[in-house]
């Protein structure tokens, strides 16, 4: 399967405390997002990172891709009870002219209040 | 920003019949649709892309008579769950390509074949 890994698969924390999450991929990629989803919802994109870049920040999160290890990792800083959803990465390849996206297997968050 | 608007959000069939969900892209033309199938607390996984005006692509293990795409227009892509059975029930989401690496995504479908 060409589907990304990620772990953990599932993580409970406290409120106020970090949270990283780790995505792993097999292909030659042309940018990795991350993407939010809460529970039987739409995806809702945090943030994108081009191979190129090795670490970008928005907010409260923060991300950094290692293109020579096919890693990458999304920090959530001062988690919140809203931010209880679970994670996907996405690695984005190009091929005749269009974008495929492969999405890892995700992170379960929760955040305890 | 571009938008893909999906419909419906969710619903509800007896077994044995056939779900039209829809995708348009509202401003601007989707080249290339893509259609993803997430079962419950799993990953999406790509079910099958749409070039418009030709014939979808399936991925491996995916009916192509079970899900009929069609992709009549730049804007406008269904994807048809024929004779569903309980085990089609999952949630149905698609994405429009217009040759850049920003992803549009819609909304979702909740499917609940009973």
């Known amino acids: 399967s060409q589907q990304g890994e990620e772990d953990p698969q599932a993580l409970s924390i406290q409120e106020g405390e970090n949270a990283t999450m780790n995505c792993s991929y097999k292909?030659?990629?042309?940018?990795l997002q991350w993407y939010r989803q809460n529970s039987g919802r739409g995806l809702v994109h945090l943030i994108l990172?081009?191979?190129?870049?090795r670490e970008k920040h928005s907010g409260r999160l923060r991300v950094t891709l290692d293109t020579s290890k096919k890693s990458s990792s999304l920090l959530i800083t001062a988690s919140r009870a809203a931010d209880t959803a679970s994670y996907f990465c996405?690695?984005?390849?190009?091929?005749?002219?269009?974008?495929?996206?492969?999405f890892g297997t995700g992170t379960r968050l929760k955040v305890l209040a | 920003g571009a938008v893909v608007s999906q419909h419906p959000s969710w619903v509800i069939c007896k077994s044995g019949t056939s779900v039209k969900i829809e995708c348009r892209s509202l401003?601007?033309?989707?080249?290339?649709m893509f259609w993803y199938r997430q079962f419950p607390k799993q990953s999406l996984m790509l079910m099958a892309t749409?070039?418009?005006?030709?014939?979808?692509?399936?991925e491996q293990g995916v009916e192509k008579d079970k899900f009929l795409i069609n992709h009549a227009s730049l804007t406008l892509s269904t994807l048809t769950v024929t004779s569903a059975h309980p085990e089609d029930s999952s949630f149905y989401i698609c994405?429009?390509?217009?040759?850049?690496?920003?992803?549009?995504f819609g909304q979702g479908t909740r499917l609940t074949v009973v």
């Open positions: 749409s070039n418009e005006g030709s014939k979808a692509t399936y």
């Open positions: 292909t030659s990629i042309n940018n």
């Open positions: 401003d601007f033309q989707a080249t290339t």
């Open positions: 990172i081009r191979s190129n870049e």
């Open positions: 994405r429009g390509d217009r040759g850049r690496p920003e992803a549009f």
């Open positions: 996405a690695t984005v390849g190009s091929a005749s002219g269009t974008y495929k996206y492969i």
